[in-house]
């Protein structure tokens, strides 16, 4: 069926989802909580710059994180400077340049979902003796689930479904950065149209899966986040 | 005698005591600004309720009490314990309070029962008890608060208020969201309140038959000042507490049951000058019953035994009278006795007849008399 190489590629595709999904939860918590209750200035500008990957080309993005990461730009002298070497062109620079890519569909619905419960909990949360911390973790976590449930599918989907930015920092490294959606060019290129029917064939599955989770089971209430097409 | 001997002039405040001053300017969502002036001293006796049109500041007071709205300037202490001064902000959570919203006083993905431990030490099973079965929601405990109909989520949140042992108790119009029937169904609940709590109770309300039937001290606010203040049957009686229609107006007497006659389903309620007989509330010899007299329901006579089906006919002292010349009726202020005072409204063609003016010596003749509680 899959082809060792297909499965190398498969099982690279889904640690870097895993992992890039698992830090933007860390990383877009805190910024959609900011997002939704903020009233500083800086609001606007920041958002967006989370919202920039929905509408820049991949290569884009991929062409300045490859300066970035490169020996000599910002992140690469820093990484340089702490004996890891340049990260283009490694799992690690992958993961960097997910994180990025899929930040908006991770903070959008989270930040949606916080927007949408509104200060009432929160405050009924106070004057029944609860904490600031407390509020947070034993309130307003709670009652965003369904934008965090939404916001891990879709960063999660969406790092499997990414192919410029890879191209662009990651190249074509087997078990190092080639992943599934470089592996059907790959295989297109090389004319292997039986192989890439079935990585093609399963990503289309595996997608229509994940949206049928999402607007299935959570379709009851408004899906926070789901409001963007891509 | 040396200076230092001179007696103390003690700060004179019953313990519990809750004292507001607060000067609150806020930017309105839809523009201009509103402006809360304030300063206010709340007893931990009996049920306070803040009275005023919607948009003069009750729900802002209420905030500002809580911490969930910061003044620029206040000085707030409860107990004689700080909340807020010019050093000072406690936040919400520190500040030992109990509040009841007007819909959703409860966290919506707990259970009733999760709502009632939230953030408490577990190990009060016997409040916790108490409490539940005060408020008859035994059966409510493990259902969520969107299961709950209106009313029940009210009693629910005022367990919980009770089971927090508040410094303080807020109520932000607990009844406005409710219909007519479980509003009488609430209204008990909070009647019991002041037995339950020895702590200041606020209610906001813009109801005039709430504050009749629960408040023991009111707050007049209008446009984030307060323009009256004073126990219920004061501010009642002097007509000082703003009702829409004249026909509502009228006085609360606090009374004591004196006696029954069975015979007749009547009672002797007594009030501070005299008794009048009502029909028997089945409360027992001592109870507390507040009755409420209004002023289309008293009628003014000379004669003392007129043959009519009046039982209560009280001799009264016109003390003044309201009256303008472009309306039929006019309002007379009386006095019972040395204290208890009554409104009676009547036409002024009426009051000529009968040579009406302060100082007249009169009959009160009631037609009604609502009991309260």
Redesign the interface.
Known sequence: MFSPDNLQAIWLTLRLATTATLLLLLIGTPLAWWLARTHSWLRGPVAAIVALPLVLPPTVLGFYLLLALAPAGPIGQLTGALGLGSLAFTFEGLVIGSILYSLPFVVQPIQNAFHAMGDGPLEVAATFGAGPWQRFFTVAIPLARSGFISGSILGFAHTVGEFGVVLMIGGNIPGETRVVSVQIYEQVEALQFGEAHWLAGSMVVFSFLVLLVVYGSIGRHAIPGMRFGN | MRADLQPRIPAVQAPGTLQARISYTMAQPAGGRFQLDLDAEIPATGITCVFGASGSGKTTLLRCL???DRPQAARLTVDGEVWQDENRFM????R????V?QD??????LSARRNLH???DPGDGADTADAVKLLGIEHLLDKFPRQLSGGERQRVALA?ALL?KPRLLLLDEPLSALDVARKQELLPYLQRLPAELDCPIVHVTHSPDEVARLAAHVLVLDHGECVASGSVTELMASRRLPVNAAGESGVVLETTIAGHDADWNLAEAEYADGRMLIPDPGVAMGGLVRLRILARDISLSHAEEAHSSILNRLPATVERIEESPDTAMCMVHLRVGDSTRLLSRVSRKSSRRLGLAPSSEIYAEIKSVAILQ
């Open positions: 809580a911490g969930l936040p919400t959570h520190l030992r309070i109990g509040y919203f959703s006083s409860l966290l919506p993905h939230y953030g408490r919980r927090s």
